[in-house]
C-alpha cells in the first residue's frame, strides 16, 4: 500500500493514479456474496424490544403530562 501526499483541500477532486490497483469500475473490492436466510427469532426479538420501548416512552409521556389537559 502507497500513501499519498495531499497538497490540495480534502473536498478538492484530484487524480489519484491510474486506478489499477483499485479492481475494476464495478468490482468494489468484494466477490458475490449470497446472504443467509432471515433469522426470524433475531428480528422478532427485535421488533419486541421497539415496542416495549414505545409503550415506556409513552408511559413516560403520560406521567409526566400535565393533570387535566
Known sequence: MT??????DHGATTDHGTGTDHGTA???GHGSDALGPIDVW???AGALGILL???V???F????APVGG
Not at 500513501?3 to 490540495?8: G, M, Q
Not at 409521556?61 to 409526566?64: P, Q
Open 3 to 8: 500513501t499519498e501526499a495531499h497538497a490540495a
Open 26 to 28: 464495478t468490482d468494489h
Open 42 to 44: 433475531a428480528w422478532g
Open 53 to 55: 420501548g414505545l409503550i
Open 57 to 59: 416512552a409513552l408511559s
Open 61 to 64: 409521556a403520560l406521567a409526566t
